[in-house]
């Protein structure tokens, strides 16, 4: 029997990384790694930090799946093409998947491993609520950037 939350929060998940990949697929290759005065991270910067947060908490942290996070370097400059940073989400995005299959009812009340100091001892349901929370405000800022820099 499939748990409602595992169900309902990877469909919000795949939701909101599909949303990131459309604001992606929408900003001009010239301005993807560009930021605006006062905005310190680029569009590109953005969409690559949410990759390597989901990839990290989710894939490895509860998946397994042998990703190596560097979050120094999801915020150093990046000049990698669109399509490029569109097949990095839609690695995370398959990682994502993968792990949420694996998690059952009963781990969701445990503790996240791993977690930032301000969410120990937080449950795995929790900390997949803040990650969901965390792309939809990120994917959010990159709109407004997108349409900053595009004059849209």
Not at 42 to 47: E, N, R
Request: charge should be neutral; include cysteine.
């Amino acid at each position: 029997m499939e748990n409602a939350f595992i169900s309902d929060i990877s469909e919000i998940l795949q939701r909101d990384v599909e949303a990131l990949i459309n604001e992606v697929h929408h900003i001009s290759e010239e301005n993807l790694w560009k930021s605006h005065p006062g905005i310190i991270n680029s569009a590109g910067t953005i969409a690559y930090h949410l990759c390597g947060n989901l990839r990290y908490f989710i894939g490895e942290v509860l998946g397994k799946d042998g990703y190596v996070r560097d979050k120094t370097k999801e915020f150093e400059p990046q000049y990698f093409s669109k399509e490029k940073l569109i097949q990095e989400i839609r690695d995370t995005q398959l990682s994502v998947r993968n792990a949420l299959m694996k998690i059952t009812p009963e781990q969701l009340l445990n503790p996240m491993p791993d977690t930032p100091p301000q969410h120990k001892g937080r449950s795995i349901q929790f900390f997949l609520i803040q990650l969901s929370c965390h792309l939809s405000r990120h994917t959010g800022q990159l709109n407004y950037l997108r349409r900053i820099l595009e004059n849209k």
